[in-house]
């Protein structure tokens, strides 16, 4: 399956409206008739999914979930796709904003939707699991601090958020970010660039496309989205975008912290409005998380993981890191990972299911 294969949801449709734009979600259902875990009051749990795409590029359907989607229908669960506004012009402040959206949405009106489209079932709002894979790890995240009702399990796939303090993002970089991938020059795309990129307007899906054949480069990125994480990082200035603190520059402040010998306090040094964008700030309010992380991670650093690990094991949280040996980002997306890694994805699934 390509980025933006998916089957055939039940239906869509818009949770808010803002910034002049429709923001969307998907409902997957079970096939009618299907009686597992369905309530008495025709109510079933559900999965609410967050695509990744570096929260710049993506929609509600690329790159989509297979393992969990699957296991999910089997359940009997119920399986949400859902936009959000994306980095620029956004900020991650407009992301908690929809997250919050989302799930008053799913509480109050998501049962009338799904009806009125001839299902007699609905969703358990009460019974939510959150997930995300990549950047959606970090939508996953911002769930667990910010999403009422609250959810009662998460799961992340190669998330991305655990640990934003450090050189990755903050430092100044004169070569490529990531391996065997070329320095990408923000002249070539100053409307991405601050402050530039304040004039462009909101948008909360934008599909991954690539070159065809007769490009110099097959298959290269041909949607500009797809390069701009690239940028970001390369200037060490992402959570100026991520924050929307630009002047003074965040990350001008944090990145003078990295070379200190000592181990650094960085809340104090986060303005308090911020601070419900970062996970590391926030573990205390984590539902019981599945964390699973390839170790060989070049986009997302395997650290990332482990840090939020040991921050929820450090506030009692119920939590379980899979160190996937020498596997890359996107290894789940591999025609052979139902076989390699379809006990780790059934134990992540029996993980979170026991918790609603």
């Not at 007699?120 to 959150?130: F, N, Q, R």
């Not at 041909?222 to 970001?232: D, F």
Request: include cysteine; glycine fraction near 8%.
């Amino acid at each position: 399956m390509g980025e933006t294969d998916h089957p055939p949801c039940y239906c869509t449709c818009a949770y808010k409206e803002v910034d002049g734009i429709k923001v969307e979600l998907d409902v997957y259902l079970p096939p009618e008739g299907t009686e597992t875990n369905l309530s008495q009051a025709h109510l079933r749990p559900a999965i609410v999914y967050f695509h990744g795409g570096g929260l710049i590029v993506g929609e509600k359907d690329a790159w989509f979930p297979y393992w969990i989607y699957n296991r999910a229908m089997v359940a009997g669960y119920a399986f949400i796709t859902a936009n959000y506004r994306l980095l620029v012009p956004s900020s991650a402040h407009d992301i908690v904003a929809d997250i919050k959206d989302l799930f008053i949405f799913i509480k109050n009106e998501i049962n009338h939707v799904i009806r009125l489209n001839g299902r007699p079932e609905g969703v358990d709002s009460e019974k939510l699991i959150v997930a995300g894979n990549s950047a959606g790890g970090t939508c996953a995240y911002l769930a667990a601090i910010n999403a009422d009702p609250k959810p009662k399990a998460m799961l992340s796939v190669y998330g991305m958020g655990g640990e934003l303090m450090t050189p990755h993002y903050l430092s100044l970089k004169e070569g490529p970010v990531y391996p065997n991938r070329e320095r990408i020059e923000a002249k070539d795309y100053p409307e991405f660039v601050y402050p530039k990129c304040k004039e462009l307007n909101p948008t909360s899906a934008s599909t991954p496309t690539y070159h065809g054949d007769d490009y110099y480069i097959p298959g290269y990125p041909s949607n500009p989205r797809m390069l701009v994480m690239r940028i970001y990082l390369q200037a060490g200035d992402y959570l100026d975008y991520y924050t929307g603190q630009h002047s003074p520059s965040l990350s001008e402040g944090l990145r003078d912290h990295l070379t200190a010998k000592e181990t650094v306090d960085w809340k104090p040094l986060i303005p308090p409005e911020h601070l419900c964008l970062f996970a590391q700030f926030n573990a205390s309010k984590f539902p019981p998380s599945y964390l699973i992380h390839g170790t060989a991670d070049t986009l997302v650093d395997f650290s990332e993981s482990l840090t939020l690990y040991n921050l929820l094991v450090a506030r009692g949280v119920p939590v379980v890191l899979k160190a996937c040996e020498g596997m890359e980002h996107s290894f789940d997306y591999d025609d052979t990972a139902e076989d390699k890694w379809g006990s780790m994805f059934d134990e992540a699934f029996e993980f979170v299911s026991k918790y609603i």
